[in-house]
């Protein structure tokens, strides 16, 4: 055990003195400074430690390892070079300082620790769908929020469709010191431009048709809190010019008001748009973007997390148990292995209807690959050339080509088939041919407009 004493009870000295306390490594014999008033001296106090305003009193102490002098006095520096025991070491001036630091970075480190376990754990209680498990990106992701959720960062949370970005979102607002206030949710998607605006920022009465009453929007009801704005990239850009008026200024104007009013708001934005490529096509503005990448947190699919899918999948399963009340025990290897095969565009989202589908359509305990989708049983011992030669290989792989494509336009436009046959350019009538031939229902893939969270 290192015996210490410590001369200068200011900033400096309490900081070591906070440090110190409760390490089983050191053992301070003292606290010295001429100010009986001290910060540290105070502190030293509450734990019984000795104390005294002559600086020369513990420097001769012959039981002193070492002497660490925060005082930042040549003259009391020499004193203690002269008067200290034969052995003990002193440090001071930059040492001190390095010290110092080095303490300060240790703290700073095991609370970051704490914050993480803390927030691995919140993460994985969000709903219980957020596991982190094996994947060191999602260890990363939940360092990230760990760090980001006390400060009041602009976040952007990108990733695919059904990667878990709210849960995200979520947790960053649990664990900022605005938890105890709102969290507000807004899908950009499902907005026209002037309902948004009416939405985020509310209107006065008359101030359009239909417009009865004065109306709060979300960003007062959020004041002090925090708002999540999913599908940010699909905000119209006369929006985001409004938007990016609230980061900076922290003002907002409600229709028909002549008059701006503050507002104090933690934003949260997340997307599953290629941001950039939306920038080179005006479509996202560069000021707004630059904005949000100051700090970002970017989900991986599933297909780039697989060593975790045999955890998740039986995750789903236990869910899906409770929701259909059906007692389910396993999922067989054949079953896992189609699972782990399939490179999942909608992911953990995909994932669960998959296995809740299954659940219901099993008669024993055991999920088997004729419980999962066709799509998923006809890649049953595909690894290339089959037995049915190249062609029939081939039509395989541009049937499952096809189907990702209606998957993919599906959710881009939010399960609205009309305008799926849009980007697909074919008719409606064709693009509904191609779900049914590939049993695809567009129903799962449309949101619910605007949740609030308290």
């Not at 938890?179 to 209107?203: I, Q, W, Y």
């Not at 002549?258 to 005006?282: F, Y």
């Not at 037995?387 to 029939?392: C, N, T, V, W, Y």
Request: with cysteine.
């Amino acid at each position: 055990m290192t015996k210490v004493v410590i001369i200068g009870a200011g900033k400096g000295g309490r900081a070591l003195l906070e440090m110190f306390v409760g390490d089983a490594t050191v053992s301070i014999l003292g606290v010295a400074d001429v100010n009986p008033w001290a910060p540290g001296i105070e502190f030293a106090r509450r734990f019984n430690i000795p104390v005294t305003t002559d600086l020369r009193e513990f420097v001769t102490d012959p039981r002193t390892d070492l002497i660490i002098d925060v005082t930042g006095s040549p003259e009391v520096h020499e004193t203690i070079l002269r008067s200290k025991p034969p052995g003990a070491e002193v440090m001071g001036g930059l040492s001190a300082r390095f010290v110092w630091d080095l303490l300060a970075e240790r703290k700073r480190t095991e609370e970051l620790e704490d914050r993480y376990s803390l927030v691995v754990r919140e993460l994985q209680a969000q709903e219980g769908d957020f596991i982190i498990g094996q994947n060191p990106k999602m260890r990363e992701i939940a360092e990230l929020v760990a760090r980001v959720a006390p400060a009041p960062t602009t976040v952007l949370v990108r990733g695919e469709s059904g990667t878990g970005k709210e849960l995200v979102a979520r947790a960053i607002h649990k664990y900022s010191p605005l938890r105890d206030k709102p969290l507000l949710t807004v899908n950009c998607t499902a907005l026209t431009p002037s309902l948004m605006e009416s939405e985020l920022f509310g209107h006065r009465r008359g101030a359009f048709t239909g417009a009865i009453a004065d109306k709060v929007g979300l960003f007062e009801k959020a004041d002090g809190g925090t708002i999540f704005l999913d599908e940010i990239g699909d905000m119209p850009l006369e929006m985001q010019g409004k938007l990016l008026r609230v980061l900076q200024a922290g003002e907002i104007k409600p229709v028909g008001d002549v008059a701006t009013r503050r507002v104090r708001v933690r934003v949260i934005a997340a997307t599953n748009r290629d941001l950039e490529t939306a920038m080179q096509r005006t479509e996202f503005r560069e000021d707004l973007f630059y904005r949000f990448n100051a700090f970002t947190i970017t989900l991986p699919g599933l297909r780039e997390r697989m060593e975790d899918l045999p955890v998740l999948a039986y995750h789903f399963l236990r869910k899906a148990e409770a929701k259909v009340n059906k007692k389910v025990e396993r999922i067989s290897t054949d079953a896992l292995d189609l699972l782990k095969r399939y490179p999942w565009p909608g992911n953990l989202r995909e994932l669960e209807n998959i296995i809740e589908r299954a659940v219901v359509l099993t008669r024993d305990r055991s999920v088997e690959p004729e419980h999962l989708p066709l799509h998923l049983q006809e890649s049953r011992g595909f690894t290339g050339p089959s037995d049915d030669g190249l062609l029939a290989g081939k039509e395989r792989l541009v049937r499952e080509f096809e189907r990702q494509a209606v998957l993919r336009f599906l959710r881009e436009s939010r399960g609205n088939i009309s305008a799926a046959a849009k980007k697909a350019r074919i008719t409606r009538r064709n693009f509904h041919r191609l779900l049914l031939k590939h049993r695809i229902s567009a129903e799962e893939f449309r949101s619910e407009t605007v949740k609030s969270h308290q």
